[in-house]
């Protein structure tokens, strides 16, 4: 899930606050001493050789859904009908198979 659909009133300014807070705390450093450097298109480091590879990595469709860990996921939902149970294997970042268990006495579904 999104983390605004999780936390709808959340805004950048609030998430870069929180995280700068627990890696303080975690890091037994006082909150003076470490600040949020916005970084855009306009910023020196955006145009050394270092970042736009490393930015081209983030981009690239292996990095981000290919080289996904392979991983097996289980959603349970009741309705009023019956149970339905769903389970995903996903290799690659893509779903590999799919079984669906249902209790549910209603054959059409």
Partial sequence: ANLKELC?????????????????AEHGVAPGQVGVETVDTQSEMTHTHEFKEHLNT???WDWRFGKSPAFSHRLETRFDFGTFDVHLDVKHGL???CRVFSDSLVPDL
């Fill in 58 to 60: 983030l981009k690239d």
């Fill in 95 to 97: 779903v590999d198979a």
């Fill in 8 to 24: 709808p009133t959340l805004e950048h300014d609030t998430l870069c606050d929180a995280l700068t807070s627990e890696f303080c």
